[in-house]
């Protein structure tokens, strides 16, 4: 149980389009959805929280309009990278915490993202 | 402000060794407390988590953890590595109202056969 997926594993793209990543929880409802990004060689940075059917919550420094979060159900949120640049090059990985699992965050095997 | 500390950075073993991984952390309050590992390219997989009761927590692939309050510690151990241990580990912390974890930088764990 308690098995998060995204899509897609990795992603190609040219500077200025925007790219749509797919977070599922396959197991259970997902209350809340978190994304974060992971440089090379360093720990996560928590981008954005998310609660189904509520606006998402963005930490500082992280451009709201740049990154667009949606969890409109329970079990899939999305996380779209407007008008890429190479900086937004990147690991991104999403977890799921679900009703009667408040304390616990299940992870999705991450999306690749490289902007040419 | 709550924060995790692995002070070390990378750390190599031999196949078949003991291994502990040190994690500290500052947290005014019973802590929730998460490991987590990470091969190259994947997601996080969590190995055992701390929230109350016995202070000794047995996790997945032969890991086990122990809190202590006086010194603000909860260490992973495996008596026996094994080369498939080779990766990243990152101990966590929920901060307040279940919402934000709480990484640790991460320590790299090589095995040498």
């Known amino acids: 149980g308690a098995v998060v997926s995204q899509h897609p594993s990795w992603v190609i793209c040219k500077s200025g389009t925007s790219v749509k990543i797919e977070c599922r929880s396959l197991?259970?409802?997902?209350?809340?959805m978190f994304w974060y990004r992971q440089f090379p060689k360093q720990s996560l940075m928590l981008m954005a929280t998310?609660?189904?059917?509520?606006?998402?919550?963005?930490e500082q420094g992280v451009e709201k309009d740049k990154f667009l979060i949606n969890h409109a159900s329970l079990t899939l949120s999305t996380l779209t990278v407007t008008s890429a640049h190479p900086e937004d090059s990147s690991f991104y990985i999403c977890?799921?915490?679900?009703?009667?699992?408040?304390?616990?965050?299940?992870f999705g095997p991450g999306t690749r993202l490289l902007v040419l | 402000a709550q924060s995790v500390t692995q002070p070390d950075i990378h750390i190599t073993v031999s196949e078949g060794a003991s291994l502990e991984l040190r994690c500290n952390y500052s947290?005014?309050?019973?802590?929730?407390l998460f490991w987590y590992v990470q091969s190259p390219g994947q997601g996080l997989q969590l190995l055992l988590k701390?929230?109350?009761?016995?202070?000794l927590v047995q996790g997945i692939k032969g890991f086990e953890a122990e809190f202590k309050r006086s010194q603000s510690s909860f260490n992973l151990r495996k008596p026996s590595v094994h080369w498939s241990d080779a990766a990243e580990y990152f101990c966590?912390?929920?901060?307040?109202?279940?919402?934000?974890?709480?990484f640790g930088a991460g320590t790299r764990l090589a095995v040498h056969p």
């Open positions: 977890s799921a915490r679900g009703q009667g699992r408040q304390e616990t965050q299940y």
């Open positions: 197991d259970f409802q997902a209350t809340t």
């Open positions: 998310s609660n189904e059917g509520s606006k998402a919550t963005y």
């Open positions: 947290y005014g309050a019973t802590p929730y």
């Open positions: 701390y929230f109350s009761g016995d202070t």
């Open positions: 966590a912390v929920i901060s307040g109202g279940y919402n934000k974890l709480i």
